[in-house]
């Protein structure tokens, strides 16, 4: 058989370049280029690279061989099994413009580079280089960045950041700041679900970059994807999955005013708690387009899902808000459920801008005890705008509270006939009058819908 197979079938030749049984061999890739290939199983330092059988050691060693040459097209292979660490800002470095570096593998048999340093660090300094289908693992706590991206054109695909045991952590996975046209694209960004990393991409006057097809998990401080201080122009954040586990700030997205560009079909999670945090703060376009089909749940309490409900003849998208209220105590002073206490009324739901309610009810997990004692939900000046007054002893374990009527396991919802509209800045109260109630537990919901930018139910 011919080594080149091009000069048996002339159709496989490319311009000057031919198709050659080593290209066979780089598991089908087709490149105008030469194929190396690493396996820190078999490598050697003193082999040439060229074969699967005489691979190099490490990466760098191969992105260090001269025959690796420049916009060539050439690539370098990672066998499966292959394991190299990081450690240093000198361990692996594109040097040549259009090098690609894919690891071979599926799952944990991809290559991992395990992070054994806060300086450890991967330097894409030349232009138009890839790297596809590694595993990336920080074994040691604030690793400063993952992926330093310093030239244009730039691809990051399918890798995976992961993190070892309690306390490892990178501060930062990718930096792309002031570079253009880089892509993100079908990356697993895993952080631990406590502090310690800060971002998962970086952005910083980062031209033209592409964000897409991602999943990010983990404790974010900063958030998953971060924009600071330059603008970055037409970034395109496309169909990603968000999770941020942060529950102080929460944070989905940020950008800055200032970047431009679209962002459409994101899905984004948030434990952020703090009810005064608008919903336009955890998830934060700047001044990109909304390209349509973003969404965010939030709350680690009352939680927030995305109910489609049909209304007047089209799709409402409503949400359901949930709390799972403190048990009443009103022979505590200024407890829950103390008539006239400093808790009374009692907050159920934090209510930011104007938002429709459609269905409010209570599911009583615990039978409600207090002699005399009523309680009703409303707003400050219609203290049973939403439940009715109800005598607190009638509210029994297995209930659901919808009105002055009890209703055993299941009922119609309150106001589940036209919405009821809540002007901004009255949050869903329940008031106790009478008597104090003693003792009892009810989980609130509220199907709501808000009415403009940045309105919301907590």
């Not at 006939?417 to 989980?443: C, K, R």
Request: charged fraction near 20%.
């Amino acid at each position: 058989m011919p080594r080149d197979l091009a000069d048996a079938i002339p159709a496989l030749k490319f311009k000057t370049h031919k198709l050659r049984l080593r290209d066979l061999e780089g598991g089908g890739l087709l490149t105008t280029g030469d194929i190396f290939y690493v396996d820190s199983v078999t490598g050697a330092s003193t082999n040439p690279g060229d074969r699967p059988d005489k691979p190099m050691a490490t990466i760098n060693q191969a992105l260090d061989l001269t025959g690796v040459r420049a916009t060539k097209g050439d690539i370098i292979v990672v066998l499966p099994g292959h394991a190299e660490d990081i450690s240093a800002a000198t361990s692996m470095v594109y040097d040549d413009a259009g090098v690609r570096v894919i690891g071979f593998g599926v799952g944990r048999s991809r290559p991992v580079l395990t992070y054994t340093a806060t300086a450890g660090t991967i330097e894409m300094d030349s232009t138009n280089c890839t790297l596809e289908n590694v595993v990336l693992f920080s074994s040691i706590s604030a690793v400063v960045v993952g992926i330093n991206v310093d030239a244009a054109g730039c691809q990051i695909l399918n890798c995976e950041f992961n993190w070892d045991a309690t306390g490892d952590d990178f501060a930062r996975m990718v930096d792309a700041a002031g570079v253009a046209r880089t892509k993100v694209l079908g990356n697993d960004f895993i952080a631990e679900d406590t502090a310690g990393t800060n971002e998962g991409v970086f952005l910083n006057n980062t031209d033209d970059i592409r964000i897409e097809g991602n999943y990010f998990y983990g404790d974010f401080t900063e958030g998953p994807i971060d924009s600071e201080s330059a603008a970055s122009t037409n970034v395109k954040i496309i169909g990603n999955s968000i999770y941020n586990s942060d529950v102080t700030a929460g944070i989905v997205l940020d950008l800055t005013q200032a970047d431009t560009g679209i962002v459409a079909d994101n899905h984004g999670v948030s434990l952020a708690t703090g009810a005064t945090i608008a919903d336009s703060a955890i998830f934060n376009p700047g001044s990109c387009m909304d390209g349509g089909g973003n969404t965010l749940a939030r709350g680690l309490d009352a939680k927030a899902y995305r109910v489609p409900v049909a209304g007047n003849g089209s799709m409402f998208e409503w949400r359901l808000a949930r709390v799972a209220d403190s048990a009443f105590d009103g022979a505590t002073s200024n407890a829950h459920g103390n008539d006239a206490g400093t808790d009374d009324p009692h907050t159920v739901f934090t209510v930011l801008g104007d938002v429709l309610i459609n269905a409010i009810w209570g599911i009583c997990n615990t039978s409600l005890t207090g002699g005399t004692a009523t309680i009703s939900v409303g707003v400050t000046g219609n203290t049973a705008g939403l439940l009715a007054l109800e005598t607190a002893t009638e509210i029994l374990d297995g209930n659901v509270y919808v009105s002055a009527t009890q209703a055993v396991g299941v009922a119609a919802v309150a106001s589940s006939g036209a919405p009821v509209a809540l002007n901004d800045g009255f949050d869903i109260l329940e008031y106790t009058a009478t008597a104090n109630v003693t003792a009892g537990q009810i989980d609130y919901y509220a199907m709501w819908a808000p009415c403009e930018d940045g309105a919301s139910i907590r």
